[in-house]
């Protein structure tokens, strides 16, 4: 298995411009959760989907943020429009059994908004 | 509020002693605890888990131990090598609530 992918792996952008983020999850986890890394607060969970439904987005920082999973191997996290502060490393992982079940993550987006 | 506390950044231990990495957190609700490790440019890895009716489960080198009266868990690695220099990560359900992590740094 390929495990989970990310894409792109890094990703420079001006402030204002809309960044889009993508994630392919293992084959038949059922979860998908999305976080961001920063040095100051770690790994903070944004939102995660249970069979394609989002369950939790009470993560999401705002409005500019939004999330979206049309299919079981696709996930997008969309930031419109950017800002300086969203610079971090944005993870996305999978598992079978949602949140009491290993994280599978994958390597990471690193954004940086200038 | 961090649910979820690493409080010593980093620590460096010499190969073949023992590392103890340590987590405390506030939410007597979490029942469920996971270590991950993670190395440069790369997304954290699974390495041990704990459920709150036990107090100690060993995976070969790796042994977390938990103690919900004092709501703190703990890694140990023993014996510590040059490979699992990494940064590693404590996490707590509900919400897979992490840590800070903490910088393990394996010399020779």
């Known amino acids: 298995d390929a495990g989970v992918i990310q894409s792109p792996r890094h990703e420079v952008t001006e402030m204002g411009q809309e960044v889009t983020l993508r994630c392919k999850p293992i084959?038949?986890?059922?979860?998908l959760f999305w976080y961001r890394q920063t040095m100051m607060r770690g790994l903070e969970l944004l939102i995660y989907f249970n069979n394609n439904v989002p369950i939790d987005d009470s993560g999401m920082p705002e409005d500019r943020f939004s999330a979206k999973m049309p299919n079981a191997s696709f996930s997008t996290l969309k930031i419109q429009p950017s800002e300086p502060r969203d610079s971090a490393v944005y993870f996305c992982?999978?598992?079978?059994?949602?949140?009491?079940?290993?994280?599978?993550f994958g390597n990471g987006t690193r954004l940086t908004v200038t | 509020d961090q649910q979820v506390k690493q409080n010593s950044p980093s620590l460096s231990v010499q190969e073949g002693r023992i590392s103890i990495l340590n987590c405390d957190y506030t939410n007597s609700m979490f029942d469920y605890f996971l270590w991950y490790k993670k190395y440069p440019a790369e997304g954290p890895t699974f390495l041990i888990s704990i459920s709150s009716i036990k107090d100690k489960n060993e995976d070969g080198r790796f042994t977390v131990f938990l103690n919900k009266s004092a709501k703190h868990l703990s890694l140990h690695i023993v014996p510590s090598q040059p490979g699992d220099s990494a940064v590693y990560f404590c996490a707590a359900t509900s919400k897979l609530t992490f840590g800070t992590g903490t910088r393990l740094q394996v010399t020779l």
């Open positions: 992982a999978s598992s079978l059994h949602g949140v009491n079940s290993p994280l599978h």
């Open positions: 084959s038949g986890h059922d979860y």
